[in-house]
């Protein structure tokens, strides 16, 4: 059984940081893409940014120079940290785990960004 667990969302000033972490079990995790989404209330689900099994990352424009995504393939969790946050990037955080036709998704965590 997959299971992708978020975590270490909450409360931030505009300004401030937050590390989310997102752990995976049931997969050879250190074969899988892994990639943070974002959902906004209102909007669509998007792209936030993503690591592949070899450690290469990719951004949004709208996150890049502020945002950081690493894995620990020993812990079988990647982590995303946000820094300079803004109010925009207000939104549940959602971690996906994608190997060719398969992926997993989490549940999601609530990140809220107040000005």
């Known amino acids: 059984q997959v299971q992708v667990v978020e975590s270490g969302g909450g409360l931030v000033q505009a300004g401030g940081s937050l590390r989310l972490s997102c752990a995976a079990s049931g997969i050879i995790f250190s074969t899988y893409r892994m990639g943070w989404y974002r959902q906004a209330p209102g909007k669509q689900r998007e792209l936030v940014g993503s690591i592949t099994n070899s450690g290469s990352t990719d951004y949004s424009d709208s996150v890049k120079g502020r945002f950081t995504i690493s894995r620990d393939n020993t812990k079988n969790t990647v982590y995303l940290q946000m820094n300079s946050l803004k109010p925009e990037d207000t939104a549940v955080y959602y971690c996906?785990?994608?190997?060719?036709?398969?992926?997993?998704w989490g549940q999601g965590t609530q990140v809220t960004v107040s000005s």
């Open positions: 996906n785990a994608q190997k060719s036709i398969f992926q997993y």
